[in-house]
């Protein structure tokens, strides 16, 4: 039987990485925490020997057959020192893009661990292309920067040189036409609403997002 092994969350900033593994009807996974990339990269050595790690003890909980099994794995960098593995014990595997329902299952995975960590499940609904999983959840983050950001990977540069130096500024203000969510909860924002304007200062840009008025309250 195809056992699939796959990760998501190596390209966002906030939260951690995801590695799942599904065998027919049986999907299982482990996240590796924000913490771990506070001073490491997500391709580093250490946490490519950490996956190897996880792998192992999810294709226990599989079950895998070393002789009857065959494991399709994704290209990524984080499984280097994993397919090494694979190749010293004999066991067969394939490189190759894990699509369908275990990509959905590992994506999901990681968007529920985004919830756990506190992102609104509105908010996460907003966050269709991956740039989304950058700006947006590091808007998320700036909010309440002292609390939140132990939840990022803060070896990334886009965090150590711009969102670390962030400065939010808030002002009521008019709807923007690409702006029709709330950037607290996530919720649509009506015509009639009463709203804020929230303004990120980095180094390199200025970003904005809109709020409901009353979700702003203890930030004002």
């Avoid at 049986?26 to 790690?53: A, C, D, L, W």
């Avoid at 599989?62 to 010293?88: A, G, M, P």
């Avoid at 292309?129 to 909010?143: G, N, Q």
């Avoid at 303004?199 to 004002?220: D, Q």
Wanted: charged residues 30%; contains cysteine.
């Amino acid at each position: 039987m195809l056992v699939e092994i796959d990760d998501a969350g190596t390209g966002s900033p906030v939260g951690g990485v995801v590695i799942g593994c599904r065998k027919g009807d049986t999907f299982v996974y482990e996240v590796i925490p924000p913490m771990n990339f506070h001073n490491r990269g997500v391709f580093s050595k250490e946490i490519q020997i950490q996956v190897r790690e996880i792998v192992k003890k999810l294709l226990q909980k599989v079950s895998f057959n070393h002789e009857e099994d065959e494991i399709l794995i994704c290209s990524s960098k984080i499984f280097n020192e994993t397919r090494n593995w694979l190749e010293k014990q004999n066991i067969r595997w394939k490189l190759g893009k894990v699509r369908g329902k275990t990509q959905d299952l590992v994506e999901f995975a990681f968007d529920f661990h985004l919830v756990q960590i506190g992102v609104p499940r509105l908010l996460l609904k907003r966050l269709i292309e991956y740039k989304h999983y950058v700006i947006e959840l590091l808007k998320w983050v700036a909010l309440d920067l002292e609390n939140r950001s132990k939840y990022v990977k803060k070896y990334f540069k886009v965090w150590r040189n711009n969102w670390s130096k962030v400065k939010v500024i808030l002002e009521e203000g008019q709807i923007k036409k690409n702006k029709k969510y709330c950037i607290i909860c996530g919720r649509d924002i009506k015509e009639d609403d009463k709203i804020v304007t929230i303004k990120y200062i980095t180094p390199a840009k200025v970003y904005t997002s809109m709020a409901h008025k009353e979700c702003t309250r203890g930030l004002l």
